[in-house]
C-alpha cells in the first residue's frame, strides 16, 4: 500500500546544524509509528517539515504517492496533516470552542465570532466538538476556558482542534513528556481508537517503555539521521536505548549500599498551604539523613510541589518547622537556604531553575554571582564566570554551541544539565531534586541520576521527588509516600515494591 507519508532524502540545515540528514521515513495509514531520539536528534524538525512549519532544504515529501510543497500550515492541514506540539499553542483566556474555531474561519476577522455574528457558528462547532470528543472518547467540555483546564485536557483539545479540521493524520510531538502516568495511559487509548477509525500517527517519544507499549513500528533518529526502523516485537529497551544513543546504555543505577550518617534535613510538623489558600502539606514529618536518598513518590498535585517550595523557602510555611544540620529554616529565605548548603533543583526548570534570556555562563552562577570570586565589593567578575562556565560546560557535558549561548535556545535535557551543574559546583549537604528528569531523554536520564547518586556516595543527604516510580525505586534507600497532602507510609527500599507503594499512592494506607 501506498504510505500516507513517505519522505525521499529530507535535508535540513540549520546555521552550524545538520538537523535532518537524508532522512527516508514513511508513515503507512492506520498505524502508530514512533519516533524515537535524544534531544536535538532532529525529530521536531522533521515533523516541522510534515507541517509546513519549515520547507526541507533537499529531499521531498509524498503524501499519499503525490509529491507536495508545504508553503505553511495551511498547506498541510489541506492534506490532512495535524500537529500537537509540545508547548501547546492555545490562547488560555479563551474558551475551548474559540480556540478550536480560531483560524478555521479565515474569510472572517479573527475575532468576529466573539461577537454577536459568531453565535450561530458558535452553536455549530460546539456541536461538533461534542461529537468528536463522543467519537474518539476525548472528554473536552467545549465551554471550558483552557486557562481552568489541567495539562490533559488541553492536549485533548489540542487533538480535537486538528479533528476538527479534518485531519487524517496526526502527528504527536512529546505528547507523554507533560503527563502523568494515568494521563498518559488515557491518552494511548484515545490513540489506539484513533488508528482504529483509520487516523494514521507519528508519536514522538524518548520513553521506551511506552513507545514499545503503544507504537506498530519504531524509527529512531541520531544527530539528524534516521538510523533504523523496528518494531516492539523485535526490539527490547536496552537494543532501542543503543540504537538512540549510539553506545550500550546503563538503564538500571549501580550504588553501593547505603551507610546513612547524621540526620541533615528534619522536617516536622510541616503545614504550608496551596495558591488557593487550601491546606496542601498537612502534618508532615520525615528527616533525610547524610549518604541516603529519601525518594517521595506520589501522583503529581498531592501536595509535592508545594512541599519541595516551603523546604526551599519559596512558600510560607504554615506550621511545623525545618532544619538543616540543627539549624533552624523554618522561614528562612531561599538565599539563607542556599547559603547553608542546600541545593536545589526545581520541577519548573524555566520557570524557576534558568533566567533564559541569559547566557549560559551568567546561568551557572545564577545563586553565587554575587560573591568571590565571582564578585569583588559589587562587581562582577567576568573572565572568572567565563572561566568557570568554560569548566562546567565540559564537565557537565552541556551541548550549547558557546557559554554565551542563551539558555532559552539549549534543549530541556541541556537545560536541566545547567541547573545540576550549577546546583552541584558549590559544597552541599542536602540536595532537593524536584522531577530532577522529567522530560528528558535516556542519555540525559542516565547522567542525572549518575550524579544524585555520586552525591549521596560523598555523604550529601539527597531528596528526591518524583511522579516517576521507576526513577523512585531504582535511586531510593527509603521510599516515603505522599497523598492528598500527607504521608501515608515509609517503607526501606528492600520492602518498596512497585505493588505496596502503589497501593500508599492510591492512598489506601497500611
Ligand atoms: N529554528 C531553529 N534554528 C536553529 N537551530 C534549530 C532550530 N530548530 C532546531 N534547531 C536545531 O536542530 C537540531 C534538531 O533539533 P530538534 O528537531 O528540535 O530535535 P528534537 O526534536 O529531536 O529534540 C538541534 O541541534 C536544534 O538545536
Ligand atoms: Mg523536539
Known amino acids: 500500500m501506498t504510505p500516507v507519508i513517505e519522505t525521499r532524502g529530507i535535508t535540513k540545515r540549520f546555521p552550524g546544524v545538520l538537523a535532518n540528514d537524508r532522512v527516508d521515513f514513511t508513515l503507512e495509514k492506520g498505524e502508530i509509528h514512533a519516533l524515537l531520539g535524544e534531544n536535538g536528534a532532529g525529530k521536531t524538525t522533521l515533523m516541522n517539515m510534515l507541517y509546513g512549519l519549515y520547507q526541507p532544504d533537499e529531499g521531498e515529501i509524498l503524501v499519499n504517492g503525490e509529491a507536495v510543497e508545504f508553503h505553511d500550515p495551511n498547506d498541510a492541514i489541506r492534506q490532512g496533516i495535524g500537529m500537537v506540539h509540545q508547548h501547546f499553542m492555545l490562547i488560555p483566556v479563551m474558551t475551548v470552542t474559540e480556540n478550536i474555531i480560531l483560524g478555521v474561519e479565515r474569510t472572517r476577522p ?14 455549530s462547532a460546539r456541536n461538533r466538538i461534542r461529537e468528536l470528543a463522543e467519537e474518539y472518547g476525548l472528554a473536552v467540555d467545549p465551554n471550558a476556558t483552557i486557562q481552568d483546564l489541567p495539562v490533559g485536557s488541553q492536549q485533548r483539545v489540542e487533538i480535537v ?10 502527528i504527536l510531538d512529546e505528547p507523554t513528556a507533560v503527563l502523568t502516568p494515568q494521563e498518559a495511559d488515557e491518552l494511548f487509548v484515545v490513540m489506539r481508537r484513533l488508528v482504529e477509525r483509520g487516523v494514521s500517527i507519528v508519536f514522538i517519544s524518548h520513553k521506551l517503555k511506552e513507545v514499545l507499549a ?31 544513543v549510539g553506545r550500550e546504555v546503563l538503564l538500571t543505577v549501580a550504588k553501593e549500599e547505603a551507610r546513612p550518617g547524621e540526620p541533615v534535613l528534619q522536617v516536622n510538623g510541616l503545614r504550608t498551604l496551596d495558591d488557593r489558600d487550601q491546606v496542601a502539606v498537612n502534618n508532615v514529618s520525615f528527616e533525610v539523613r ?12 498531592n501536595g509535592q510541589r508545594e512541599l519541595v517550595e516551603a523546604l526551599t523557602g519559596l512558600r510560607p510555611v504554615e506550621g511545623g518547622e525545618v532544619s538543616v544540620l540543627g539549624q533552624d529554616v523554618t522561614h528562612a529565605s531561599p538565599r539563607q537556604i542556599t547559603e547553608i548548603g542546600v541545593a536545589y533543583i526545581p520541577e519548573d526548570r524555566q520557570k524557576h531553575g534558568l533566567v533564559l534570556s541569559y547566557p549560559v555562563a551568567d546561568n551557572l552562577v ?12 559589587m562587581v562582577l567578575n567576568e573572565p572568572e564566570i567565563e572561566r568557570h562556565g568554560r569548566a562546567l560546560v565540559q564537565e557537565f557535558d552541556i551541548r550549547t554551541p558557546s557559554i554565551y549561548t542563551k539558555s532559552s535556545s539549549l534543549s530541556g535535557g541541556n537545560q536541566q544539565k545547567t541547573i545540576v551543574a550549577r546546583e552541584l559546583s558549590r559544597p552541599i549537604k542536602l540536595l532537593i531534586a524536584a522531577q530532577p528528569t522529567r522530560g528528558l531523554d535516556v542519555g540525559s536520564t542516565e547522567f542525572i541520576h549518575g550524579r544524585l547518586v555520586e552525591q549521596r556516595q560523598q555523604g550529601v543527604a539527597v531528596l528526591l521527588i518524583s511522579a516517576d516510580l521507576d526513577e523512585i525505586l531504582s535511586l531510593s534507600d527509603r521510599v516515603a509516600v505522599v497523598f492528598e497532602g500527607e504521608i501515608v507510609g515509609t517503607l ?17 494506607k497500611e
Open 110 to 123: 479573527p475575532l468576529a465570532f466573539l461577537g454577536k455574528l459568531g453565535r450561530l457558528d458558535r452553536r
Open 161 to 170: 482542534k486538528t479533528l476538527y479540521r479534518r485531519a487524517d493524520i496526526l
Open 214 to 244: 503503544v507504537a506498530d513500528r519504531i524509527s529512531v533518529l541520531r544527530n539528524g539521521r534516521l538510523v533504523g526502523t523496528t518494531t516492539p516485537a523485535q526490539a527490547t529497551r536496552e537494543s532501542l536505548a543503543e540504537m538512540m
Open 290 to 301: 547524610a549518604g541516603e536518598i529519601l525518594g517521595i513518590a506520589g501522583v503529581q498535585g
Open 366 to 377: 545564577l545563586n553565587t554571582y554575587y560573591r568571590p570570586p565571582f564578585a569583588k565589593r
Open 492 to 508: 526501606p527500599i528492600a520492602d518498596a515494591t512497585r505493588e505496596r507503594v502503589g497501593l500508599l499512592m492510591a492512598g489506601v
